[in-house]
């Protein structure tokens, strides 16, 4: 039985193919049939390319509808799709195709010469919404080819997660991981032909690309695809959707735009918050304004979707619902014992939608599992008298701000490689707009004087912007426990105050 995803979504498009899939803005409607046949000429150009089952494809280009095709088209030829945030700068991309060894990159037209020596084994190709070398070898190509047929573990996706030791590792997605999700979700959301999602996520990560886009060609649904977000643009185009995933940094920018309101809502039926913890003030101010209650739910990069507040059923504010059908979810204290309600402990999942391990890291990978088989999250949580989960922390040293994952030990080896740092330590601080704002405390070697502005500059140079601190302190040393371990909850309340301090009239 051929268990290649793309078989399965092919199934589910709608029985007319020139039924709508995407709709742009100012820009070009999409039919079905048009993804079809596109994905099957990028299929074939892939192929022409080299490209083999099993080879990884490293993607890194703007948000356009063209992705989606370029990302089934990896299924349908048995390839393993590699996206990258847009974001990523050159000793990042460098890293990460030295690891993942992609036989194609595929990048924007104009990054093709920044590209190219950083992947020096891999052929690279450009895909830009006005053109590219892909389209070009695609042009040609038959609507048609066969989708190769994939077992239920074999690879579809690698996604990198940022690492805790300073280095990013490759979290493998298979088939059977991405299909047992999508099928569920649709279920459980209550997906149906006639819906329509408003598209303004980074399709770069699960959120956008697997949860959103899946749901919507399984359900042979239709999207508003907007490149970006913004508030303006999205309160404008609710009133023709009736369903929008975002982060919270969605809706907290929504509830301060003036013309959002219960009119602008009027069509809608589900409003879904994850990537990040969504406050209950934020949960209660937007019921107050829309009427909706938002549907928070729990995932990973490792495991796609775990738990989620039901659509028909109680939502409560501050918890990320029950575990989802088909996921094994416990929460153990430090004995190893599962917590009665209201107790904190670690929280591990088990479930087809979880990981098989990391890209070739055997040894990390066999850390991650219990030895009866469950992923050790490293998140914290206790359960609620509903049954439902409530996530109030994270064992890993981890970062989420806007949606996205940054793990301070990455960010701590570029600053302290920079000249005149003795050492740093980076923390998330409290942040209204985007939940935590990347924060780091540097310690000058002796006669240093170093600045805000110019360690800034220099991070920009090496990182995606979103890991760049917002801001940067100064400190004679770092607090410290008996152990010699950084105490980074005196940190933050230091580096707090420091903050109010200057912002203080």
């Given amino acids: 039985m051929d268990a290649n995803l793309y078989t399965l979504f092919r199934s589910h498009f709608s029985e007319g193919p020139e039924q709508p ?14 993804l079809a046949a596109l994905s099957a000429r990028y299929a074939h150009a892939l192929r022409d390319a080299g490209c083999n089952p099993g080879d990884r494809i490293a993607v890194q280009i703007d948000k356009h509808w063209q992705v989606v095709a370029l990302y089934l088209a990896c299924l349908r030829a048995g390839c393993i799709y590699l996206p990258l945030n847009t974001g990523y700068q050159r000793s990042e991309l460098a890293y990460f195709f030295g690891d993942s060894e992609p036989r194609v990159v595929v990048c924007r037209p104009e990054a093709e010469g920044v590209i190219a020596p950083l992947a020096p084994t891999a052929k690279v190709l450009t895909l ?15 609507d048609d080819f066969e989708t190769v047929a994939s077992a239920p573990d074999d690879l579809a996706a690698i996604l990198y997660t940022s690492g805790t030791t300073g280095r990013s590792k490759g979290a493998m997605l298979t088939h059977r991981n991405l299909a047992s999700n999508a099928v569920t979700l649709v279920e459980e959301w209550g997906f149906v032909r006639g819906d329509v999602l408003l598209h303004a996520l980074p399709i770069y990560h699960v959120h956008g690309l697997f949860v959103a886009i899946h749901c919507v060609l399984l359900a042979g649904a239709r999207m508003l695809w907007l490149s970006k977000f913004d508030s303006v643009e999205v309160t404008a185009m609710l009133p023709r959707a009736t369903v929008m995933m975002g982060v919270p940094t969605f809706y907290t920018r929504l509830l301060a735009e003036p013309s959002f309101g219960r009119e602008a809502c009027r069509t809608m039926r589900l409003f879904v918050s994850g990537s990040a913890p969504l406050l209950p003030e934020t949960f209660t101010a937007f019921e107050a304004r829309t009427g909706h209650r938002i549907l928070e739910r729990y995932g990973m990069t ?27 979810l416990r929460i153990l204290d430090e004995q190893g014992t599962p917590c009665a309600p209201g107790i904190v402990g670690a929280i591990e999942v088990k479930g087809p939608n979880v990981f098989p391990g990391y890209w070739r890291l055997p040894d990390i990978t066999r850390n991650e599992f219990t030895v009866d088989g469950f992923f050790r999250t490293g998140d914290l949580g206790t359960w609620t008298p509903e049954g439902y989960v409530q996530i109030v922390g994270r064992e890993k040293d981890l970062i989420i701000t806007g949606g996205l994952n940054v793990y301070p030990r990455e960010i701590e080896e570029y600053i302290d490689a920079l000249e005149g740092v003795a050492e740093s330590a980076v923390i998330g601080l409290p942040d209204a707009d985007f939940g935590e704002a990347v924060t780091a405390v540097i310690v000058p070697r002796p006669g240093q004087a170093l600045s805000e502005h110019a360690i800034i500059s220099a991070l920009k140079a090496d990182i995606a912007g979103f890991k760049v601190p917002k801001r940067i302190l100064f400190m004679a040393e770092l607090p410290r426990n008996a152990m010699g371990k950084v105490q980074k909850n005196i940190l933050r309340e230091h580096a707090a105050d420091a903050i109010k301090s200057v912002l203080s009239p």
């Avoid at 053109?131 to 038959?142: C, F, M």
Wanted: proline share 12%; glycine share 18%; hydrophobic share 30%.
């Fill in 21 to 34: 899939f995407a709709m742009v803005p100012d820009g070009p409607v999409i039919h079905y049939d048009e």
């Fill in 128 to 142: 830009g919404a006005a053109g590219g070398s892909l389209i070009e070898r695609a042009r040609n190509a038959p």
């Fill in 302 to 328: 490792e495991t796609g979707m775990n738990t989620s507040n039901p659509l028909d059923g109680k939502r409560i504010g501050g918890t990320v619902g029950p575990p989802l059908p088909g996921v094994d």
